[in-house]
């Protein structure tokens, strides 16, 4: 699915506190139309980045970069509307979990309906018969009645399908899952991530699946990046994750369950030696 076309273009991304303390440090990669993982634990910077690519980051953090780019263009001086314009109709996000992302006081297809009125000259039963299209598209049952539902009426899955709906009525080219099945349970994860893919070849889009997880996004991925206390630390091929020699990418890799390995003691990371070795304090 890659192509020559650049969804995201970074350089030497920085992301500080407003008091000075580093939290992205030096970030660089590039993506064009294809499937990124973009890889590390709690704190290491992966969300803030995501943030960051969606002008969502707050007020008391500050990104600085000598390239910064969605789709050729420069995002760290645009304006609330010129966001506006962006979000939503070239690039969309899927956040972590529905119950705070969906508003409980919104019907389901007026908030799948919500980035159609906003970017999108159409009447109200084309708007209409769009959502319950989408719906149907991401897998969700009775369409025509699911939209009048309230977003306490599903199950985590299905919330995390009217999220993808929400994302995707527009048809960008850049969708940025931020550690989209965190809430599911294990059995949903997997149907989720395939969902997400499968959309996500059908429409020829760029994907940057943010996580922590490296073995369940593999298969999702053609490219991993890992990163650990704010840098990156690794790139590779997803292919190859089986055989990476990085120190922290082989150890994320070694520790994946199997039946194989129970009673056998996990490795453990030497992390003193690591943070000697990349700098990190």
Known sequence: MQNNQTLIDIDNLNICLDNGHPLVKDLSFSMGKERVALVGESGSGKSLTARTLMGLLTSACIPSANKLELLGQPILSLSQKQWCQLRGQDVAMVLQDPKYALNPARTIGMQVEEPLKLHRKMGRKERIEKVEYMLNAVGLPNPST???????????????????????????????????????????????????????????????????????????????????QGQLLDQLPANELANATHPYTKTLWSCQPHIDKRGAPLPVLDRQALEERYGNS
């Open 146 to 228: 699911l939209r009048r539902w309230y977003p306490h009426q599903l199950s985590g899955g299905m919330g995390q399908r009217v999220m993808l709906a929400i994302a995707l009525i527009n048809n960008p080219k850049l969708l940025i899952a931020d550690e989209p099945t965190s809430a599911l349970d294990h059995a949903m994860r997997d149907q989720v991530l395939e969902l997400i893919y499968s959309l996500v070849e059908e429409r020829d889009m760029g994907l940057l699946l943010i996580s922590h997880d490296l073995q369940q996004v593999a298969q999702y991925s053609e490219r991993v990046l890992v990163m650990y």
